[in-house]
């Protein structure tokens, strides 16, 4: 009989070496906004606000994509668990051509984001140039989305490095793709944003190649034949794809959206607010990329087990991964309290800014456990392919409990007086509160339903 303590590593010890790549993959991704942010901002201050503006519609458009191709990350665990290796290519092909289906509406709405930036009344040469950025940007969309594909092919397979691996190659590519294109080196056109644009797609098209060029020549896909052939769009096969991962993209959609519609609302505020608040969400958001990584090796280990029909596994595995989270995020949370006077400083040097992100980031603190646990919840239920229920408590938590809480703390008539920027962290300590609660609770019904199932048969 094992002790708890056995039981607790011989199941998570496995779950950390798949989520340390995962966590990899995500910085670096990550890392080229942070490249295109910097050397933009280097050249003008124009190119700057124009590639903060594009990627304001970029980034939540790419996570409803990505969210809803990550539908293929449970469905190869579970085929790949149960040994349906003959399921893989078919789904492979499949989840491309679903990718080609969203990619119509993204390039539709990069290529004429024009319309958009007007409507929001942005600065005519700033929206002008965030166009372009957002046009050179949306030949990589094809790239970027088949990337996405063979990915989640990868990690469904407990296969996390070598993504980890070409997405910082694709980082390294961009740094100097970057300096050539916005700064006109090497004899080419100096293009501003929009060689940042053109640098960034082609790190997307780069990364689909070195991906395509591992799962061809490596003996554990060769025999799965992905390359071989390629089927036409099949309504059950996509059907399948769009039933369990729509969900899924669109609570990600949610969740980045509101951040977004936040940073809109406190606008108004000055910019020392907007800037604090922008510090503060910035250094908890790389801290969340920890718990998130877990939460994504969870999905592969619940679906694995679940595909060898072994549900009591499942659930084992399900729930010693949501407590491994809440030490990994309780953790973050220390790290959150003791290192954010000196973080702040990194980020800036006026002291405004400063006292306002320390207390911003202070207060995430009592969210930061919440938010590792709700994630790690979702991840486990995305394992169970259980996805629509999930929209809808992400749906409600987020922007009935935490932006409407928050927007009536910050400048409602409620009786402690409006809180500004404090009100919308405020309803964010609510609403990922109520959304772990809530995941939580879902967990437990979704994965004890699954085992009386099994056992009655």
């Not at 990627?55 to 040994?83: C, D, E, K, N, Y």
């Not at 996509?238 to 809109?264: C, D, H, M, Y």
């Not at 409602?412 to 990922?432: D, E, R, S, T």
């Not at 019904?445 to 199932?453: D, G, M, N, Y």
Request: charged share 10%; proline share 4%; net charge positive.
């Amino acid at each position: 009989m094992k002790s708890f303590h056995q039981e607790f590593w011989l199941h998570n010890r496995p779950l950390m070496l798949l989520a340390l790549p995962l966590l990899g993959a995500q910085l670096a991704q990550t890392g080229m906004g942070v490249v295109d942010t910097i050397m933009a901002g280097r050249l003008s201050p124009v190119d700057l606000a124009a590639v903060a503006v594009g990627a304001s519609i970029f980034g939540p458009m790419m996570l409803l994509i990505f969210g809803t191709l990550m539908a293929v990350t449970p469905l190869v665990a579970h085929a790949r668990g149960g040994q349906r290796h003959h399921e893989m290519a078919p789904l492979i092909h499949q989840a491309s051509w679903v990718g080609a289906l969203l990619m119509i509406p993204a390039w539709f709405a990069f290529y004429y984001s024009q319309v958009v930036f007007d409507f929001m009344k942005v600065e005519p040469d700033v929206a002008n140039l965030a166009s372009a950025y957002l046009r050179a940007l949306s030949w990589g969309l094809p790239g970027l989305a088949f990337f996405q594909v063979l990915r989640c092919l990868c990690e469904g397979s407990n296969q996390a490095r070598p993504v980890l691996l070409i997405s910082v190659a694709g980082l390294l590519l961009n740094i100097p793709a970057n300096y050539i294109l916005i700064y006109g080196k090497l004899g080419m056109p100096q293009l501003g944003a929009v060689g940042c644009g053109y640098a960034t797609a082609l790190s997307f098209w780069f990364m689909a190649l070195l991906l395509s060029l591992y799962v061809t020549f490596r003996a554990e896909y060769r025999s799965l034949a992905i390359f071989k052939g390629w089927s036409w769009p099949q309504w059950l096969g996509i059907k399948q794809i769009l039933w369990v991962g729509l969900p899924i993209g669109l609570s990600i959609f949610v969740e980045a959206s509101l951040f977004t519609t936040i940073a809109l609302f406190i606008g108004s505020l000055g910019e020392v607010v907007v800037s604090g608040h922008q510090v503060a969400f910035n250094f908890t958001t790389l801290l969340f990329m920890v718990p998130l990584s877990l939460g994504m090796a969870l999905t592969v280990k619940v679906g694995h087990a679940l595909g060898q029909q072994r549900p009591a596994t499942a659930r084992r595995v399900a729930f010693l991964g949501v407590e491994m989270a809440f030490l990994v995020s309780l953790l973050g949370a220390l790290v959150m309290w003791i290192a954010s006077p000196w973080v702040v400083q990194l980020y800036s040097s006026d002291q405004d800014v400063q006292l306002l992100a320390t207390a911003l980031i202070q207060l995430a603190v009592f969210y930061q456990v919440s938010d590792g646990l709700q994630v790690n919840a979702a991840g486990a239920l995305r394992g169970y392919k259980d996805t629509r229920i999930v929209m809808l408590i992400t749906l409600f938590c987020y922007w009935v409990i935490g932006l409407g809480g928050g927007w009536w703390m910050a400048f409602g008539a409620n009786p402690w007086g409006p809180q500004g920027v404090y009100g919308f962290w405020y309803g964010l300590i609510a609403g990922l509160s109520a959304a772990s609660v809530f995941l939580l609770w879902r967990l437990n019904v979704t994965s004890r339903r699954v085992q009386l199932e099994a056992v009655a048969q």
